[in-house]
């Protein structure tokens, strides 16, 4: 049990990121961020996603267009916004010093 609370704490926390890494380079449709997110093995259902999306796009971070889909009515791709990005490239600094400590720490006394 305490195992997967903290599993389950450490996703919650880098959800956000992780969703913004996928954004830096183009806009993508709510299913192909949840696809994307699944080849990386982080499993995100849209009932987690959408709320996640809404506070990132309010936070003014994210921003999304319209675009003509093929198979239906046109669709919703989200991308980053000049704001978004300068805290992706925060949260990237902060990122490679959290993992540089972890690293430090796991290597002490092997």
């Known amino acids: ?3 997967e609370n903290v599993k389950s704490q ?4 880098m ?3 992780c969703i913004m890494l ?5 806009p993508f449709y709510t299913s192909d ?4 997110l699944e080849k990386a093995n982080l499993i995100v259902v849209e009932g987690t996603l959408y709320p996640l999306l809404t506070r990132l796009r309010k936070e003014g971070l994210l921003d999304y ?5 093929p198979y239906g009515p046109p669709r919703k791709y989200y991308k980053l916004t000049v704001a978004g990005k300068e805290v992706l490239a ?3 600094e902060n990122w490679n010093a959290l993992a540089d400590t972890v690293a430090r720490i796991r290597s002490i006394d092997k």
């Open 1 to 3: 049990m305490y195992v």
């Open 10 to 13: 450490m996703r919650k926390g």
């Open 15 to 17: 959800l956000e990121y």
């Open 22 to 26: 996928l954004l830096r380079e183009k």
């Open 33 to 36: 961020i949840i696809e994307e």
């Open 65 to 69: 267009e319209w675009q003509e889909s």
């Open 90 to 92: 925060a949260l990237d």
